[in-house]
Nanobody, 120 residues
Framework: VQLQASGGGLVQAGGSLRLSCAASGSIFSIDGMAWYRQVPEKQRELVAWILADSSATYADSVKGRFTISRDNAKNTVYLQMNSLKPEDTAVYYC???????????????WGQGTLVTVSS
C-alpha cells in the first residue's frame, strides 16, 4: 500500500491550504485515517483523526480551524486548513489503518510527508 500526500506549500498567516492523501494498492478496507505533523527536533504529533464513519477528532491547537474529511470510494483523506498560523509550519504526514483481507490484522501505513510553511 502506498499513501501519496499532496497540497503543501507556502502561505501567509491567515491563509488556507488543503492537503490530500490517496491510498493505493492491495486494500480491502481502511479504518482510521489521520494527519500528523512534525517539526525538527520534536516528536510527530497527531493533528486530526477520522474513522470510516467520518467521526473525527482534533488536536486542541487546530480545533475550529482545520477540518478532516475522507472519500471512502477514493481511499483519500483531506485536511482543510484555514486561519493558518506560523506555528502550523511543519511537515504533514498522513497515515491509514489498512485491512488487506479478512484474515490478516490491519496495518498502519504512512505517507511521505508534505511541507507546509506559514509566513508571518
Amino acid at each position: 500500500v502506498q499513501l501519496q500526500a499532496s497540497g503543501g506549500g507556502l502561505v501567509q498567516a491567515g491563509g488556507s491550504l488543503r492537503l490530500s492523501c490517496a491510498a493505493s494498492g492491495s486494500i480491502f478496507s481502511i479504518d482510521g485515517m489521520a494527519w500528523y505533523r512534525q517539526v525538527p527536533e520534536k516528536q510527530r504529533e497527531l493533528v486530526a483523526w477520522i474513522l470510516a464513519d467520518s467521526s473525527a477528532t482534533y488536536a486542541d491547537s487546530v480545533k475550529g480551524r482545520f477540518t478532516i474529511s475522507r472519500d471512502n470510494a477514493k481511499n483519500t483523506v483531506y485536511l482543510q486548513m484555514n486561519s493558518l498560523k506560523p506555528e502550523d509550519t511543519a511537515v504533514y504526514y498522513c497515515s491509514a489503518i489498512v485491512m488487506h483481507n479478512l484474515r490478516s490484522p490491519a496495518r498502519n501505513y504512512w505517507g511521505q510527508g508534505t511541507l507546509v510553511t506559514v509566513s508571518s
